[in-house]
């Protein structure tokens, strides 16, 4: 199994932080300080993004799979009973993490593997589309970023308040996204896949959808019929899909939440 590179901080109840296709554990940055006051965060590099080793050639790079890389991982730290909070991928990671083993809750920011049959052709010309760009027009697109427009231009698709990002944080997903070496083989494992519920899931399980999402789109890409009934539906105004850096207090007031789940128990069943 590949080795994994994380950030520790904080302390209390340990909270696992995953993310997107193409970026890294950088991503959570903005709300880490505002979570290490309450939690032990761990921040993880999924296989292949940001300083983690790739997969091992001989095994596929599915969410389940990668789903095991963090549970070794987790296991290595002595971590038995988490909370999980996931992003895109790393949102579809969370959710085959928690139906191996054990987790106090579950968050999903924008989660992906949430549609009917394989990944909707939309969602993989724009992430394509996006890499390639990355990719190799690296050197324009850092330039860009420095303008407000030119960080409308090259983020606009995954965040929905672009304006409020910064030159730094828009050259470091471009850099992030052309080239971390997971991107390319992550994408082709997961394009004929989707999440199936094989287990229950045992812990309280929030899903949240920035309402500038133009990724995942409505009638493609957020189907709940795998969640567990008791699955709470949140929205996350002015947000995108990564919505991290769109609203950091809120995303962190949304993971608190959700993690306060755990000792208090929510019956309420899902939003239609």
Same mark, same amino acid.
């Given at each position: #199994? ?17 993310? *997107? ?33 790739? #997969? ?7 969410? *389940? ?73 690296? /050197? ?36 992030? #996204? ?26 309280? /399980? ?43 207090? *809120?995303?962190?007031?949304?993971? #608190? ?13 899902? *939003?239609?």
């Amino acid at each position: #199994m590949s080795h994994l590179a994380y950030d520790r901080i904080g302390s209390g109840e340990p909270l696992v932080l995953l993310h *997107a296709l193409g970026l890294s554990r950088r991503t959570w940055d903005p709300v880490v300080p505002a979570l290490s006051k309450h939690f032990e965060v761990i921040a993880v590099d999924l296989p292949g993004f940001g300083d983690s080793e790739l #997969m091992p050639s001989d095994i596929e790079p599915t969410p *389940a799979n990668l789903a095991a890389a963090v549970g070794a991982l987790l296991d290595d730290l002595g971590l038995s009973n988490p909370h999980l909070v996931g992003n895109s991928l790393g949102g579809w990671v969370t959710l085959e993490l928690a139906s191996t083993r054990p987790a106090a809750s579950v968050t999903l920011l924008s989660p992906a593997g949430l549609w009917r049959e394989a990944t909707p052709l939309y969602c993989r010309v724009s992430l394509r589309a996006t890499r390639s760009l990355a990719r190799y027009a690296a /050197v324009p697109l850092s330039h860009l970023v420095n303008h407000r427009l030119g960080r409308a231009f090259v983020l606009g698709q995954s965040h929905g308040r672009p304006f409020h990002l910064t030159p730094d944080y828009a050259r470091a997903a471009i850099r992030s #996204m052309g080239t971390s070496p997971g991107f390319d083989p992550v994408l082709k494992a997961t394009a004929p896949r989707r999440f199936l519920a094989t287990a229950p899931i045992d812990a309280p /399980v929030t899903v949240a959808f920035g309402s500038r999402d133009l990724i995942l789109l409505r009638r493609q890409s957020r189907h709940l019929d795998q969640l567990p009934p008791s699955t709470q539906l949140k929205a996350l105004p002015g947000c995108g899909h990564v919505p991290i850096a769109d609203d950091p207090s *809120a995303v962190a007031a949304l993971i #608190m939440e959700s993690a306060a789940r755990a000792v208090l128990p929510d019956i309420t069943c899902r *939003a239609a």
